[in-house]
Each structure stands twice: as structure tokens, then as C-alpha cells.
């Protein structure tokens, strides 16, 4: 009898181990796939976001290889032809730029930014990413 009930513990030990480490399994390979969804979001390209009409993409290109305050320069001009998220993704590479030499209008701009992309927008991980650099 004794040796009866000591595998019965035996096996029920055994299953209750293996199921928790079934449900470890489990439980990491979500927070993989978490993990590589976010950074797949992360690694957005600026380009393939939409909101940029084909007349100025030849003016943008020439610009961003300009330096941060040209950029300025021409989203003060012609930045409100160009509509959310590429305006965003542009909106915050100038950010990024100008953080050394005016942080304010860096806060600034940055504040534009995050309170009108939605949490939906592709561009929001970045948002979230600066977040702490910029408030």
C-alpha cells in the first residue's frame, strides 16, 4: 500500500511539474513574439509611412542632408502639407537634431508631437521611446 500511494505522489509531482513548465514555455515564447512585434514597430521606415505628397519628396530629401536647421526651415514652410505619421517621423528627426543646440524648441515641438499621434500610430513606439529624453 505504502508503495502504492508513494508512486501515486511520484506521478502527480511529475505532472505538476511538467505542466508548469508547459505553461513557462508557453508564457516566454509569448513575450518573444511581444518582443519582436515591438521592435519590428520600432524599426518602422520613415519612408514607406504615409502622409508625404510626391511634389515635396525631392524638396525633404534634399533638406534632412542639410542639418537640422533646414529641416526647421522647411517644416515651418511646407510642414503642413505633409500629414501625420511621415509628418511625425519627420517632425521628430528635427527634434532629435536640434536637442543640443535648443532644447527648448526641442520640449516644444516634441509636446506637438506626442499630443496628436494616437497610441494606434505607427510612429507611437518612437514617441514613447523619447519620451523621457523630452518632457
Known amino acids: 500500500m505504502k508503495i502504492a500511494i508513494?508512486?501515486?505522489?511520484?506521478?502527480?509531482?511529475?505532472?505538476?511539474?511538467?505542466?508548469?513548465?508547459?505553461?513557462?514555455?508557453?508564457?516566454?515564447h509569448d513575450r518573444d513574439i511581444a518582443e519582436q512585434e515591438a521592435q519590428a514597430k520600432?524599426?518602422?521606415s520613415p519612408d514607406s509611412l504615409?502622409?508625404?505628397?510626391?511634389?515635396?519628396?525631392?524638396?525633404?530629401?534634399i533638406v534632412k542632408n542639410n542639418g537640422p536647421q533646414a529641416l526647421g526651415k522647411?517644416?515651418?514652410?511646407?510642414?503642413?502639407?505633409v500629414d501625420d505619421?511621415?509628418?511625425?517621423?519627420?517632425e521628430l528627426d528635427y527634434v532629435v537634431g536640434i536637442a543640443s543646440s535648443d532644447p527648448q524648441?526641442?520640449?516644444?515641438?516634441f509636446a506637438d508631437v506626442k499630443g496628436r499621434i494616437p497610441e494606434t500610430s505607427p510612429i507611437y513606439?518612437?514617441?514613447?521611446?523619447?519620451?523621457?529624453?523630452?518632457q
Open 6 to 28: 508513494s508512486l501515486i505522489v511520484v506521478v502527480a509531482v511529475l505532472a505538476g511539474a511538467y505542466k508548469i513548465w508547459e505553461y513557462w514555455d508557453k508564457v516566454s
Open 42 to 44: 520600432l524599426n518602422i
Open 50 to 61: 504615409p502622409g508625404m505628397p510626391e511634389d515635396l519628396r525631392e524638396s525633404y530629401n
Open 74 to 81: 522647411w517644416l515651418k514652410s511646407v510642414g503642413s502639407r
Open 85 to 90: 505619421p511621415r509628418r511625425a517621423s519627420i
Open 105 to 109: 524648441e526641442a520640449k516644444r515641438v
Open 125 to 134: 513606439p518612437r514617441v514613447k521611446s523619447l519620451e523621457k529624453t523630452y
